[in-house]
């Protein structure tokens, strides 16, 4: 008889049970106004500038979107130069390359696979503008050297904290820290509106123009607030903000982001724990958390020995009914990763991490018991080996 099968990733939707998902999605079909930036907005805004420190958020529709905002609020143009890690999803980059921008391609550290802050400074040029902290795993990059190079220098630091809700770097959140900060409400993430993100302005000199960019570049927002009596088309801009739908879904997610968050970081311990003795062995390395960095769960990953490794592991999970995953294809070596950017220096880190990095199933809600089915199909293979 074949065990039940092991998704990837389930959404932590509190339908049916503790959560609010479907009570606010009708409180928002009810009063027939759908349209962005009504109640479920406002409450959402509240509640990450109060959780997470800063001084404005606004809802996107998705974390590509914020990110795209960051792209036209840091003036990019074409000749101009952002450093971000190759490692990374194509959001980052594509930000910058719509921009008409190049996006310089640096390696991660080996340890958290985040951007190695000692190489940003021998890719930046006269050119460079901008550097994307892009925070893997929901683990945080070197938030205070990065900036330290970014003041020196005269850059943006700008934040792709799509993964990392919830989680903070020397007791900061992840997205509060940055000039701007972007998030995701992706359903694959931690907290999710299906798709949606966040744009936290934590730079007061952005706060304007973050709104009237988000609203197709006209400067709506100071007319509803009865500060103008006309509102007009008056930068570059698009329509960037989710309907309530999505907002009403989100603000019930968000009520229960401490409780999801910890359940996934259980999960996470659980598996932490259970591969000790094969890391010791040399077999594969876990995730490294620095010690002032709280981690929010969002991944679980083991990097196995070789590439031929890893695709005989993925197989033998697989014919055990366990969805396991991997991820980035570095973008410096994707098609459209050589004709926009460029690299600075070797990626001999992002490349090797790349072919070996596998993602285990991991949500809040996983028994215990499947965790450690995943885990003895995981030992087993290496005891053959
Ligand atoms: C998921 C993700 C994004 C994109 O988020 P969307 O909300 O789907 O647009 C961007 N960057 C990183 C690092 C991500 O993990």
Known sequence: MSKPS?????????????????????????????????????????????????????????CT?????????????????????????????????????TPVF??????????????????????????????YAGISCELDALMDIAERRKLLLL???????????????????????????????????????????????FHDRAEIIREKGTNRRQFLRGQIDKYTWVDLGSSYLPSELNAAVLMAQLERAREITSARVEVWNQYYAAFADLDAQGRVKRPTVPKHCVHNGHIFYLLAGTLEERTALLAQLKAAGIASVF????????????????????????????????????????????????????YDFYRRR
Request: charge should be negative; glycine fraction near 8%; charged fraction near 20%.
């Open 159 to 205: 934040e792709d904290a799509a993964q990392g809700l919830m989680a903070e770097y020397k007791g900061r959140a992840l997205g509060s820290i940055g000039h701007l900060g972007s998030l995701s409400f992706h359903e694959t993430k931690n907290i999710v509106s299906g798709e949606g993100g966040a744009l936290l302005v934590n730079s007061a000199h």
């Open 65 to 101: 979107a914020a990110l795209e905002m960051s792209a036209l609020l840091a003036d990019l143009r074409p000749g101009d130069e952002v450093i971000m890690p190759s490692f990374t999803f194509v959001s980052t980059a594509n930000a910058v390359a719509l921009r008409g921008a």
């Open 106 to 135: 640096i390696d991660i550290r080996p340890d958290t696979l985040n951007l190695d802050e000692n190489l940003v400074e021998a890719a930046i040029n006269p050119r460079t503008k901008a550097i994307f902290a892009v925070h």
């Open 327 to 378: 991820h980035y294809i570095p973008l410096h070596s994707a098609p459209a990763g050589r004709k926009y950017g460029r690299t600075a220096g070797t990626l001999a880190h992002t490349d090797s991490c790349s072919e070996r990095l596998l993602r285990l199933p991991l949500w809040a809600g996983i028994t215990a018991g499947d965790v450690a089915r995943i885990v003895e199909v995981i």
């Open 6 to 62: 092991i998704p990837y990733h389930q959404p932590a939707l509190g339908i049916g049970h503790e959560g609010n998902e479907l009570v606010y999605l009708q409180e928002v079909l009810k009063t027939r106004q759908m349209m962005g930036d009504g109640p479920f907005t406002k409450r959402c805004h509240q509640w990450l500038e109060s959780h997470l420190q800063t001084p404005k958020a606004l809802l996107t529709h998705s």
